[in-house]
């Protein structure tokens, strides 16, 4: 699976297994789509730069995270600095989604989506993490350079956030 020998197109494979989830992750991270496009591409030109680091004791998949969730985390502190900070303590200001993603998401996930960027920095991550990508506790932990329990209690809290915020703004449909 990791071919040392040629990681020029171990990237592109990757590139095309994984690059619409890592888009979708970092879009849901800084709510801006060209920025999320961008930073999804300089997800892979590290990984590229950064090749030979990867050991294979871990998923692609989550190596890669790892990677888009640290080149997003230098974007927002380059950015501005105060509001890499308060991005801490205040939900995202997230772009409509155009009609189209409307109907490829279907009102359900937009709906989710929506309530989601509402959320503080970290549960967010760790709910799109766990509950949308499915990623392990332990993948998940890694990704975010977390211990395993600090995942769990994050994403209890977190879930149960959301399950209010939800609730408060009228959604009748279970979310588990």
């Not at 990791?2 to 709510?31: A, C, M, T």
């Not at 509950?131 to 209690?153: C, P, Q």
Request: aromatic share 14%.
């Amino acid at each position: 699976m990791h071919d040392s020998n040629n990681p020029e197109q171990q990237i592109k494979e990757w590139y095309q297994q994984y690059s619409n989830h890592i888009f979708r992750y970092i879009l849901v991270i800084v709510g801006e789509r060209e920025q999320a496009r961008d930073l999804m591409q300089e997800t892979y030109v590290k990984a590229f730069k950064n090749y030979q680091t990867f050991k294979g004791d871990s998923n692609p998949k989550t190596w890669l995270f790892r990677i888009a969730r640290n080149v997003t985390i230098d974007y927002q502190r380059k950015k501005k600095p105060i509001f890499y900070f308060l991005d801490s303590f205040a939900p995202i200001k997230s772009n409509e989604s155009s009609p189209q993603e409307v109907v490829e998401l279907g009102e359900d996930i937009e709906y989710l989506y929506n309530v989601l960027s509402q959320l503080k920095k970290n549960y967010r991550e760790v709910i799109v993490l766990r509950k949308i990508k499915e990623f392990s506790i332990k993948e998940t932990a890694f990704i975010l350079g977390w211990k395993e329990s600090r995942v769990k209690t994050t994403l209890h809290r977190g879930l149960e956030l959301l399950r209010q915020e939800m609730v408060k703004e009228g959604y009748t449909n279970e979310f588990k």
